[in-house]
């Protein structure tokens, strides 16, 4: 009787550590069929298998953290929250989770906790280039600019092929107008990811910013043939030819624009003083009134029109868009100008002499030109 008591104790014993194991296995498959279902996109029912595997072993930390990216790429990133601090609590050490939460609050607008958990990343982790460089992308969100510059050198110490970290700084330093610097950064892009399409745009503006007009336009005209559908690239395409008094090509730049986005008031107002570069008035006309169109509050468009009404000798119709702009925007010096011409054409002197009088605050140079046209 002893021993068949020993043994049924035994068997017991043999059982429950039977299944325990069984157990175990179990939930490592589901957490397998989620990271299956996950690699797929298939994120309900790779949520379901890591739900499953936690519910079998709540101290997977390996499923929190699987769950918790599923569970983002639904859009769940409060449930995603808790599911990396989980894994946090379970395993201290996983660098990973700590740059995932922050990334999560980071999402949610949260960037004081964002910045937290990523510098406990990088405290973790001091070698995980990704934990620094998303740090320095919640510190350049803060505005905290020098803080970001240096999240962003480490990351480049630690990955020199970081393009995006090379991107981010060309990003600050042109914000903080150190041109060279923004220079450097966006050709190291372009070294390492040829024809990148964002820093070919932003370089050029560099350029731009530095008065380098033929090295912004060399940049747009690459960005516009790889972008032919870029509205924006053609605007700033044909500025920049305008100022380099290349008229001819500025309009059809410009043209190009304005046939992608027909609602820019502003690429409509610079076709139409290309246009008058071009002496092209009837063009210029129309380009103007399409800008005053579109914007009837835009001061500028309403001087361009004036321009080109006085080089249609239609004298009357400028005085009113010279008055218009004037009276949307009393301190530009152009339709001052305008206006004083338009009215001495007009043989009124009185307001020739008035437009001249106040253009000796706005634009002494205006005003010498104006007095010049009186005194004839």
């Known amino acids: 009787m002893k021993r068949i008591a020993i043994l049924a104790t035994f068997t017991f014993l043999l059982l429950i550590a039977s299944t325990s194991v069984v157990s175990a296995d179990e939930a490592q498959n589901f957490y397998s069929r989620g990271i299956k279902h996950a690699s797929q996109q298939e994120l309900e029912k790779a949520v379901a298998a890591f739900e499953s595997a936690l519910e079998i072993r709540p ?88 803080e970001a510059i240096a999240k962003y050198q480490k990351t ?12 981010q700084l060309g990003r600050i330093y042109a914000t903080l107008g150190r041109y060279n610097e923004a220079v450097s950064s966006y050709e190291q892009v372009l070294e390492l990811v040829p024809g990148n399409d964002e820093a070919t745009f932003n370089l050029s503006a560099v350029y731009g910013a530095t008065g380098n007009l033929d090295k912004e336009v060399e940049f747009l005209r690459a960005f516009v043939a790889k972008n032919p559908d870029n509205a924006l690239g053609f605007y700033n395409l044909g500025t920049s030819l305008f100022k380099m008094e290349k008229y001819e090509d500025a309009s059809q730049a410009l043209l190009r624009s304005t046939e992608l986005a027909p609602d820019n008031a502003s690429a409509w107002n610079n076709l139409s003083q290309t246009y ?46 010279f008055t218009e702009s004037i009276r949307l925007n009393p301190d530009i010096a152009e339709p001052r100008f305008g206006l004083g011409v338009a009215a001495l054409a007009s043989g009124d002197r009185a307001t020739a002499e008035e437009q001249a009088k106040a253009l000796e605050k706005l634009n002494p140079e205006f005003a010498a030109r104006l007095k010049d046209l009186l005194s004839r």
Request: glycine fraction near 6%.
């Open 276 to 321: 008058l570069s071009l002496d092209d008035y009837p063009r210029a006309v129309e380009a103007a009134m399409k800008a005053v169109q579109i914007s009837p509050d835009l001061a500028i468009a309403h001087s361009s029109l004036g321009f080109a009404l006085i080089g249609m000798e239609e004298f009357s119709r400028s005085i009113s868009a």
């Open 59 to 146: 101290g997977f930390a390996e499923a929190h953290f699987h769950l918790a990216l599923a569970l983002e790429g639904q859009g769940k990133t409060e449930e995603a929250i808790q599911h990396y601090k989980d894994t946090i609590r379970l395993k201290p050490e996983f660098a990973g989770a700590y740059n995932n939460l922050g990334n999560a609050f980071k999402a949610l607008g949260q960037t004081r906790e964002a910045a937290e958990w990523l510098q406990r990343a990088v405290e973790v982790d001091p070698a995980m280039a990704l934990a620094w460089y998303n740090l320095g992308n919640v510190l350049f969100e803060e505005d905290k600019l020098e």
């Open 156 to 167: 480049i110490q630690l990955d020199p092929l970081s393009a995006r970290a090379h991107f």
